[in-house]
């Protein structure tokens, strides 16, 4: 997937600012050091006359929320930042999820935490109405590709 995440707030893991590329946004100065660096001066800096505009949890109007579709709908629309969740499962794989349960958001029931990746994997992701959809979990390392 070419370029994803100007800035991603994560609920359980901890990721350097420069492992995150964005390159939907426009080069750094030499002073910026990272991606999210450049984005936080533009969140308060006032006077750069910009909008920048967050995708929640991706756009997530007709696929799931922190889905790949969901990061690829938002870079195609342009926004500058895409917001993700992030939880650790029970064997230690960070995988896109806002929810500390699975219910709402997959076909499977229980925490996330006592889940193993190898049970999670193969959990369908469903829309904001309920629908089920073939978008799959996806872990951390997935989105960042």
């Known amino acids: 997937m070419a370029g994803i995440l100007g800035l991603a707030l994560l609920t359980a893991a901890s990721v350097q600012a420069d492992a995150v590329r964005a390159?939907?946004?426009?080069?750094?100065?030499?002073?910026?050091?990272?991606?999210?660096?450049?984005?936080?001066?533009?969140?308060?800096?006032?006077?750069?006359?910009?909008?920048?505009v967050v995708a929640h949890r991706g756009v997530h109007d007709t696929v799931p929320e922190n889905s790949i579709a969901g990061i690829e709908r938002a870079i195609a629309l342009g926004v500058s930042v895409v917001e993700i969740d992030?939880?650790?499962?029970?064997?230690?794989?960070?995988?896109?999820?806002?929810?500390?349960?699975?219910?709402?958001?997959?076909?499977?029931?229980?925490?996330i935490r006592d889940t193993r990746w190898t049970d999670l994997r193969s959990a369908r992701l469903r829309r904001n109405d309920g629908t089920l959809t073939g978008e799959r979990v996806p872990t951390l390392a997935e989105a960042f590709d």
């Open 23 to 52: 390159e939907v946004m426009p080069p750094l100065s030499a002073v910026q050091t990272c991606r999210a660096d450049h984005i936080r001066s533009l969140l308060f800096e006032r006077s750069t006359g910009r909008i920048l």
């Open 86 to 111: 992030v939880r650790r499962t029970a064997d230690g794989q960070y995988v896109l999820m806002h929810d500390s349960t699975l219910e709402r958001t997959t076909d499977r029931s229980g925490r």
